[in-house]
């Protein structure tokens, strides 16, 4: 999918469905309105002072807000198959008429009940305009799934292994016309679900939510590929992405996820490092996949991890699993970890590295006097047989601390700090 002002393969279905909302409104002399299947709006008449406040937040936000969504889809409005009128809090009622095609949903459109009720004739008028929205929003929703499937398709030829296949997905790129050449710079960000159960039967609210983070990207393109459980977005911008944006995206993902699946929802995501040069895509989502990973694994991490600002990790997590998991524990860490029965030292030494081996610091963050502090430490010396004033000793437990921790969340347990 690409997120841009002009989305190609539109413009035609736009044009078609405004006629049928202007029509049937200088018919009826009513204002109309047809939303997407998330209330949404799609395309709206001229008003015939019959608008309300809920109606104008529409217009100008193209939106309304959550709970007036929530409200009317607590009537049941997604399981109508003909017009209905619907009570709404705060607002004039509605007629709505559900837009169909070949029994699939694919929006509503409204009239605003502005104190006359409406006659049959009026009604049927309504579910008249509302199945011919439906056949040109269907022909649009076709045209959007092929186009999506081909961009998705060079995607994926694009992070390959074999250069020749990437080579052949930039030419295809290029052909495409997604974006200029005033777009240079192109960042992987990497979703993943933290489960795989029922992966299959969330599918369809897994790529809306993709969708939906993509809708954040309005002054430059992103396009998205969707799998059942995980999924990734290039961002193709002309400077590198802001902090603040790829927030905003991973926030609408997840958002968008827990109100069409699972309100408990949570996902991970990998940022990868920005590039210049779409020959170097693959190595921005490798990193991706890579901080996804991170986000998956690390406690303390947070949802959203950065490739760059994973210190060590960055190193270890190219490690394949079952290496990793087989000289994790290195000889020091484990006589430490055999010793230390209420990880006690473990976490001592953890908080010690955590401060670059600063001893105020490690005593506040433990809350222990620093004569306290310089015993265990003493005693750990003394246990894994490492000097912590020497260099290759401190780099020998540090990397056997991460690698613990790495693989302890491989196995899916966890260990006290």
Request: charged share 25%.
């Amino acid at each position: 999918m690409i997120a841009t002002h002009r989305q190609k393969g539109s413009v035609v279905s736009d044009a078609d469905l405004q006629s049928i909302v202007d029509e049937l409104a200088e018919r009826l002399q009513r204002s109309v309105a047809i939303d997407d299947p998330s209330i949404r709006l799609i395309a709206a008449s001229r008003h015939f002072g019959d608008e309300d406040a809920l109606r104008i937040r529409s217009v100008l936000d193209r939106a309304i807000e959550p709970a007036v969504v929530e409200h009317l889809f607590a009537q049941g409005i997604a399981r109508w198959t003909g017009p209905g009128v619907v009570a709404v809090e705060n607002a004039l009622p509605r007629l709505c008429a559900p837009v169909r095609c070949n029994g699939m949903l694919l929006g509503y459109l409204w009239l605003i009940d502005a104190g006359d009720a409406f006659t049959e004739a009026e009604i049927a008028a309504a579910d008249e305009a509302a199945a011919t929205a439906g056949t040109v929003l269907y022909r649009r929703l076709l045209l959007h799934e092929r186009s999506k499937a081909r961009q998705e398709a060079i995607l994926r030829e694009l992070v390959s292994p074999d250069a020749a296949v990437r080579g052949l997905a930039i030419a295809d790129l290029h052909a495409e016309q997604l974006f200029g050449d005033d777009f240079g710079h192109f960042t992987v960000l990497s979703v993943q679900r933290r489960t795989t159960e029922d992966a299959a039967a969330h599918q369809v609210a897994f790529e809306a939510a993709l969708e939906e983070g993509v809708r954040a990207v309005t002054d430059d393109v992103a396009l998205m590929v969707a799998n059942r459980a995980r999924g990734w977005i290039l961002l193709v911008q002309r400077h590198p992405p802001a902090r603040a944006l790829v927030d905003t995206i991973a926030d609408r993902v997840t958002t968008r996820l827990r109100r069409l699946s699972d309100p408990a929802a949570r996902l991970a995501f990998g940022l990868g490092n920005t590039v210049t040069d779409l020959r170097s895509v693959a190595l921005s989502y490798e990193h991706a996949t890579l901080a996804a990973r991170a986000a998956l694994l690390l406690p303390g991490t947070g949802d959203l991890a950065r490739w760059g600002e994973l210190g060590p990790y960055e190193l270890l997590l190219k490690l394949p699993a079952d290496d990793l998991l087989t000289t994790a524990l290195t000889p020091a860490v484990a006589a430490l970890e055999q010793a230390d029965n209420h990880a006690v030292l473990i976490g001592t030494l953890t908080t010690f590295f955590d401060h670059a081996g600063n001893i105020q610091r490690t005593a506040d963050s433990l809350t222990i006097h620093r004569a306290t502090l310089y015993q265990r430490l003493k005693r750990i010396e003394q246990i894994t047989g490492c000097s912590l004033d020497n260099g290759d000793d401190r780099l020998v437990l540090h990397l056997g601390l991460k690698l613990r921790t790495l693989a302890a969340a491989y196995r899916g347990q966890t260990y006290p700090n």
